[in-house]
């Protein structure tokens, strides 16, 4: 029976201590608040980063984390292809947000920004009315907003997203490349630190339960 690729909440929060979570939303959403000690590497720059994910994965375990699974799940099929073995978080941090735990924010000051979903909606959102407006001048400008629909539709039926994409290269979705070197520099030392002193088992302790 293959192993499961994914791991709930509650088995995250347990294994927290032997994993090494990085996580691939835009650095803006990652100032919204992560998962306890993970490491942002946005989806875009994952193979740039495989070097420094592979080692880290040689010694303990990868959970690649996003808003809601879907970019990690893209993350991860991404590291597979390269050998490199990952494991997903069903229901991203919302799921961790909704079950009740308590998310981290960066130390230093980072301006935090929309979610790449709700940036989507927004972007599709105002291209749909532009090609409606635009239409009362030249009807083949409504055009645009039927291309819009088309999109959205094949986003759903192929579980991708162009839109993302093309959003996430935006400069306030980029990570500046000094805030990306110290970020593989801090996932290269702490695989070898685990490779010279795994951890202990058992819950992390820096993860607090806000529903309780």
């Known amino acids: 029976m293959a192993a499961s690729l994914t791991l709930d909440t509650d088995q995250a929060r347990t294994r927290l201590p032997q994993l090494t979570v990085v996580d691939v939303r835009t ?40 808003a809601s699974g879907a970019r990690s799940e893209s993350a991860r099929s991404v590291l597979a292809g390269n050998g490199v073995p990952a494991l997903t978080l069903t229901g991203g941090t919302q799921g961790w947000r909704e079950r009740g735990l308590a998310l981290q924010h960066p130390a230093t000051e980072a301006r935090a920004a929309w979610s790449m979903e709700r940036q989507v909606r927004f972007a599709a959102g105002g291209l749909a009315l532009a090609g409606l407006g635009l239409g009362r001048l030249h009807p083949a400008l409504r055009l645009l907003s039927a291309g819009v629909a088309g999109g959205l539709v094949f986003s759903a039926v192929s579980d991708t997203c162009a839109m993302a994409h093309l959003l996430a290269k935006l400069p306030h979705n980029r990570p500046r490349p000094a805030d990306l070197d110290a970020t593989l520099a801090a996932l290269t030392r702490r695989a070898r630190e685990r490779a010279e002193s795994p951890p202990s088992a058992g819950p992390a302790d820096g993860v607090t339960d806000i529903s309780a």
């Open 27 to 66: 650095p803006g959403e990652y100032a919204s608040g992560h998962l306890p000690d993970a490491l942002n590497i946005p989806l875009d720059q994952l193979r740039r980063a495989l070097p420094a994910l592979k080692e880290a994965a040689d010694h303990g375990e990868l959970l690649v984390v996003c």
